[in-house]
């Protein structure tokens, strides 16, 4: 039933049933990218410099001592812009976490799937990074298609030699990026110096994830964006017809038509005139050259319309927009735009489910900022020493209590422990520095000792107060045991 359903499908609704990578028989396309060039690509190309050297320089910047980004699930050790958050912290790395998923939201329902054709890595590094060696290394479209559909000759080999080995270079180097993000990048310095031996295991995972890299960016491509990655699943959940994205104006295209001998001479009859250009006998301005599509790294035909494959990378645009400029004809025939703006010459993108989410997103961030703002320089946590009771003193009775204090600051910040109740109470340090030193846990042992004369009508509440600079940071209450 699919099967009949399938054939008598227009050709121009084909496309919603098919994969423009996949054959009709089920075998990859290949697809062969040619390089495009244009304003868009020049932003990209240079946008893509930037967040490549801020990826890999970002793990060996110190600021205050500490990495400017770090993110150690295992350990819950994070680190935003050189600002530590603490295992205590984690809500609040729970709550930005959730603004930057409302934040891709917000943009992918306003502006598309912008964040794929601009910022995502996997983008930058086949677009930006691994085409652009293939293109230096195998040359262009057709030389490439001509080779991999030829012989292995010698210089087939030497080329697919010298494109595997840089590949799996560049893949290694990116494993240990993303390796330096997790355990820090001193850790990652410290364990290249021991040698991989030392850690073997470890070395293992680091091959695993370099092969994988390695596969995706050498043979899985754009399967990655069409097949794998989740975004473009829900991405189709979130666009409308306010949505601004990568768009064919097809009501200026349509009907396309080949570029003609009739179409040269009624340009030069407009030379010199102020009128805007048209073609004659009906056609629409799309002269059906196909730049779009060869330039196109998913290989669709973005004149069929907004499709899960399209990551927004505008190569298609630059492409339409010189072909515009050759025959004389207006740019932006695909352009930024939403299907309101082609349809009704109007949009507005302000719309009820746009307030909603900014609603959202300005809660989060609003509570995210007023909570981090609001955390304590000096996190306390104060608990009885476990496997233990009481014990007997000259004095008194005495209990033993763990104290650890977290420094959030880049200064050493001098503290001091206190009895509140009951009164009389004396502490007697174990191993307890007088100074957090900045961006450290303090870990310590204390021994509380209650005199025997108040012992009786103690109520076994114990109240302690830290105090740093002449300022009480916080007040705990514990229990206190006796006989």
């Known amino acids: 039933m699919a099967i009949v359903e399938l054939d008598v499908l227009e050709d121009h609704e084909r496309f919603r049933s098919e994969l423009s990578s996949i054959l009709p028989d089920g075998r990859r396309r290949w697809i062969y990218a040619r390089k495009p060039s244009g304003i868009y690509y020049t932003a990209r190309t240079i946008l893509s410099v930037v967040l490549v050297a801020f990826l890999l320089l970002a793990p060996f910047i110190k600021i205050g001592g500490h990495q400017f980004l770090l993110l150690n699930i295992l350990s819950r050790e994070f680190v935003f812009f050189g600002v530590p958050f603490w295992p205590n912290d984690f809500y609040l790395v729970a709550l930005i976490f959730l603004a930057v998923i409302v934040t891709i939201v917000l943009f992918t329902a306003t502006l598309g799937r912008i964040w794929c054709g601009w910022l995502c890595p996997q983008t930058i590094f086949m677009e930006m990074v691994f085409r652009k060696i293939e293109w230096m290394i195998e040359g262009g479209p057709k030389e490439q298609a001509k080779r991999h559909s030829g012989p292995w000759t010698w210089d087939r080999i030497w080329r697919t030699s010298v494109k595997v080995g840089i590949f799996f270079a560049i893949s290694f180097i990116i494993a240990n990026t993303f390796l330096s993000y997790v355990i820090s990048s001193d850790t990652l310095l410290l364990y290249v110096r021991e040698g991989p031996f030392s850690h073997a295991s470890l070395f293992v995972g680091l ?150 989410y900014l609603i959202v997103w300005t809660l989060l961030m609003v509570a995210a900022i007023t909570l981090f703002a609001m955390r304590s320089t000096l996190d306390v946590g104060i608990l009885r020493q476990e496997g233990t009771t009481w014990v007997t003193t000259a004095t008194g009775m005495g209990n033993f209590y763990r104290l650890q204090i977290i420094n959030k600051s880049n200064k050493d910040l001098p503290y001091v422990l206190n009895v509140v109740e009951p009164a009389g109470a004396v502490i007697t340090p174990i191993d307890l520095p007088k100074v957090v030193h900045g961006g450290q846990i303090m870990k310590g042992r204390f021994l509380v000792t209650i005199p025997t004369d108040i012992a009786t009508s103690f109520d076994k509440k114990l109240v302690l107060s830290i105090q740093s600079n002449g300022e009480i940071v916080k007040t705990v209450t514990t229990s206190f045991v006796m006989p």
Not at 274 to 286: A, I, L, Y
């Open 207 to 356: 091959l695993f994830f370099t092969f994988v890299f390695f596969m995706v960016f050498y043979r899985f491509r754009e399967q990655a964006c069409v097949v794998a990655c989740p975004y473009g699943r829900y991405m189709s959940a979130l666009v409308d017809e306010t949505t601004v994205a990568v768009t064919y104006d097809y009501m200026r295209g349509e009907q396309r038509a080949k570029w003609s001998k009739a179409d040269n001479a009624a340009r030069k009859s407009m030379h010199g005139t102020d009128g805007e250009f048209r073609r004659p006998h009906g056609r629409g301005d799309c002269v059906d050259c196909y730049q779009c599509v060869t330039v196109c790294p998913t290989g669709i035909d973005i004149r069929n319309g907004i499709q899960l494959e399209c990551v927004n990378c505008t190569a298609c645009i630059d492409a339409c927009d010189e072909v515009m400029t050759r025959v004389g004809l207006p740019k932006g025939l695909v352009r930024y735009s939403s299907q309101q703006q082609i349809e009704q010459h109007t949009t507005s993108w302000l719309t009820g489910r746009i307030k909603a």
